[in-house]
């Protein structure tokens, strides 16, 4: 891919596979591909690593996160698991979801929770809404712990934020699934990767092995899931597609 932009003309030449082609600068398939291209960049600049919530590092995206929270108040879940804890603030920042609408609490999985991290989680004032989990996600003692703190009419969504090598992945999504509820979500989070590959921090086998890979697979295995982007709560604008590290992330529940 070759971008070429001319702010005068208000003008964006690409080249891809052979072909060229000139675009309005402002349009849909411009605003698209530039987001692309931003997308690669700022993330080999760590740009996810300079945001916080309520006082936590929290690692994700900005739209990543307001998407995720449509969804949550649209699912209304009693219940969201996340594996990977980091700095916690993914677990805050849906605490504070919850707490907004009056419903819900969080289980955060991580194979390992730094000191320093558990401290700052366990003091905080949402603390009451979290409960920390430590352990392979995929361990069984750990799956098992998961489901022993779920009621059985409790609606649950997850989130599967760990170790993104597809392998992993997969085994989270077969751990994980069936406490997916009707209508809730499994979501397998930071499949950008595959589109990471080429940049100066990325890996060449991430074009394979990729969570977006992971949830592909699944779905065709599990009619009862659907892969599809969340319908977006609001728009007046053409767009039509998220500015996202979660491709092909979300996994539907529909029986």
Not at 167 to 188: C, D, F, K, P, T
Not at 195 to 222: M, S
Request: glycine share 6%.
């Amino acid at each position: 891919m070759k971008l070429l932009i001319d702010p005068e003309a208000k003008t964006l030449m690409y080249w891809h596979e052979g072909k060229e082609e000139q675009i309005d600068l402002y349009s849909k398939k411009a605003f698209e591909l530039l987001s692309h291209q931003w997308l690669k960049v700022g993330w080999n600049q760590k740009h996810v690593y300079t945001f916080s919530w309520l006082g936590r590092p929290i690692i994700q995206l900005p739209e990543d996160a307001l998407r995720i929270q449509e969804v949550i108040y649209k699912v209304q879940p009693d219940v969201i698991i996340e594996t990977g804890v980091a700095h916690g603030g993914s677990l805050i920042y849906y605490a504070s979801i919850c707490h907004a609408i009056g419903r819900g609490r969080i289980i955060g999985v991580d194979i390992e929770i730094r000191e320093h991290n558990k401290k700052a989680i366990t003091t905080h004032k949402l603390a009451p809404l979290i409960t920390l989990i430590e352990g392979s996600s995929v361990a069984p003692e750990v799956v098992m712990a998961v489901k022993h703190r779920i009621k059985s009419d409790e609606t649950v969504l997850v989130i599967l934020d760990s170790n993104h090598v597809k392998s992993h992945v997969m085994r989270e999504l077969q751990a994980y699934h069936s406490l997916v509820s009707i209508g809730s979500y499994i979501v397998a989070t930071d499949g950008s990767m595959k589109d990471l590959y080429d940049v100066p921090r990325g890996n060449p086998d991430w074009q394979w092995d990729n969570p977006t890979a992971a949830a592909t697979e699944f779905a065709k295995g599990h009619p009862e899931f659907l892969q599809e982007q969340p319908a977006w709560l609001f728009n007046e604008s053409e767009l039509s597609e998220n500015i996202t590290h979660w491709p092909g992330a979300y996994l539907k529940r529909l029986r």
